[in-house]
T-cell receptor, first 115, second 110 residues
Framework: KAGVTQTPRYLIKTRGQQVTLSCSPI?????VSWYQQTPGQGLQFLFE???????NKGNFPGRFSGRQFSNSRSEMNVSTLELGDSALYLC??????????????FGPGTRLTVL | GQNIDQPTEMTATEGAIVQINCTYQ??????LFWYQQHAGEAPTFLSY????GLEEKGRFSSFLSRSKGYSYLLLKELQMKDSASYLC???????????FGTGTRLQVFP
């Protein structure tokens, strides 16, 4: 079974631009979560989607948004990029929405650099 | 509130034993995860504890004390490939979100 895939793997943008990242979950997994990882803050939860609906949201500004398609693939969008948005963006999938019974499987991440 | 603390860096020698500690303050605590992340790679699941006690999986064991808000990951017979970051994450039944610590970077030397 193929793992979680993310595209692109690396991205360089300039301040003020917008970016869209893509995540394809493991086949059969309907929940997709997004995280931002930086050296100082560690992994921080952005949001979770299940069956095309946002189920949970972290404490990020409205510039960060996402969506999920009927095939469970998810996209994350960041508008008006800031230097502080430079980070590794990780996507994780699981079969249901229960953290306590389903393990999250992470993708390799998209490394975003904002210049 | 939610808070997870773990040491930033640790070093150990090949063949030795190392214990990585994690303390947490999570309202509605409902379990603790450990993940391993090699540089440039995705985090991979190591263990999940919800009840007090020690869970052993080969060379890796994880311990939880709910009353103390404390967990540790024990790595035995260290190998060079164990050099990685180890992430501790608590889950709350209030939010069902994983709250991660900043990770402990372990370096294993020959």
């Amino acid at each position: 079974k193929a793992g979680v895939t993310q595209t692109p793997r690396y991205l360089i943008k300039t301040r003020g631009q917008q970016v869209t990242l893509s995540c394809s979950p493991i086949s059969g997994h309907r929940s997709v979560s997004w995280y931002q990882q930086t050296p100082g803050q560690g992994l921080q939860f952005l949001f979770e989607y299940f069956s095309e609906t946002q189920r949970n949201k972290g404490n990020f500004p409205g510039r960060f948004s996402g969506r999920q398609f009927s095939n469970s693939r998810s996209e994350m969008n960041v508008s008006t990029l800031e230097l502080g948005d430079s980070a590794l963006y990780l996507c994780a999938s699981r079969s249901s929405t229960s953290s306590t019974s389903d393990t999250q499987y992470f993708g390799p991440g998209t490394r975003l650099t904002v210049l | 509130g939610q808070n997870i603390d773990q040491p930033t860096e640790m070093t150990a020698t090949e063949g030795a034993i190392v214990q990585i500690n994690c303390t947490y303050q999570t309202s509605g605590f409902n379990g603790l995860f450990w993940y391993q992340q090699h540089a440039g790679e995705a985090p991979t699941f190591l263990s999940y504890n919800v009840l007090d006690g020690l869970e052993e999986k080969g060379r890796f064991s994880s311990f939880l004390s709910r009353s103390k808000g404390y967990s540790y990951l024990l790595l035995k017979e260290l190998q060079m490939k164990d050099s990685a970051s180890y992430l501790c994450a608590a889950v709350s039944y209030n939010t069902d979100k994983l709250i991660f610590g900043t990770g402990t970077r372990l370096q294993v030397f020959p």
